[in-house]
C-alpha cells in the first residue's frame, strides 16, 4: 500500500526516540520532530534531510513496569491519491511488538459499534505493522466516538486488548497538513 514506505520511517523514528538511541553518523541529522498535544492524541512531523516534511497523528500506548511500548496507533495521508477521487486519502496505521501473532491479524472496535480489521503487512526491528485505509465511515466513528478498543495476539500471551481514547483526536487530524498535488 502506500504507506509501506512512510511506516518504516515513522517505525525507525518512534524506536530512536524511545530508545534514546541516534542513527550513524554518516547521514546529516535531520531537525527534531515537532510534537502537538491534542487530548489523548498528538500530532508528529518530520522533515528530512531534504526539507520535506511528514505529519501524522498518534498516540502511543505503553505498558509494565518498565514503560515497554505495546501499540503505536498512527494516521496520516498517503502520499498520493489513490482512489482518483482529487483527494489524499487518510489510513490508520499500527505498530505492535515482535512476537506479534501475525495470522491472527488486528482488530479495532470505537465503543464496541464499528468494527474493522486488517493483516499484519511485515516486521521489522521496531515492530510488526499493518496499515487500512480510513473509509468515511471509520472515521466518522472514530471522530464522534469516545474510546477505541484494538485487538492483537502475542506469541505465548494471548489476545492484547489495548484501550485507547478518542478525545483530540478530531483536532489532531485537521492539524495534519493535506499533502500538496505533484
Known amino acids: 500500500m502506500f504507506l509501506r514506505r512512510l511506516i518504516p520511517g515513522i517505525a525507525a523514528a518512534v524506536l530512536l526516540s524511545m530508545t534514546g538511541a541516534t542513527p550513524g553518523t554518516a547521514q546529516p ?3 527534531e520532530p515537532t510534537i502537538q498535544k491534542f487530548g489523548t492524541w498528538s500530532t508528529r512531523c518530520d522533515e528530512n534531510t531534504t ?3 511528514r505529519c501524522h497523528a498518534f498516540v502511543g ?3 509494565g513496569e518498565d514503560k515497554q511500548r505495546l501499540l503505536y496507533l498512527g494516521i496520516g495521508y498517503g502520499p498520493q491519491d489513490s482512489d482518483g477521487d482529487g483527494q489524499n486519502e487518510l489510513f490508520l496505521f499500527a505498530i505492535t511488538p515482535l512476537g506479534t501473532f501475525l495470522p491472527a491479524g488486528i482488530g479495532w472496535s470505537v465503543d464496541g459499534k464499528e468494527n474493522f480489521s486488517q493483516q499484519f503487512m511485515f516486521c521489522i526491528a ?6 487500512i485505509l480510513l473509509s468515511d465511515e471509520r472515521l466518522k466513528a472514530m471522530k ?7 485487538v492483537f495476539r502475542l506469541v505465548g500471551q494471548g489476545d492484547v486488548k489495548v484501550p485507547v481514547k478518542l478525545d483530540g483526536i478530531t483536532k489532531a487530524i485537521a492539524a495534519i497538513p493535506v499533502p500538496k498535488k505533484s
Request: hydrophobic letters at 35%.
Open 29 to 31: 541529522a535531520a531537525p
Open 51 to 53: 526539507g520535506a516534511k
Open 61 to 63: 500506548v505503553a505498558a
Open 126 to 131: 521496531g515492530g510488526c505493522q499493518t496499515e
Open 144 to 150: 464522534n466516538g469516545t474510546q477505541m478498543e484494538v
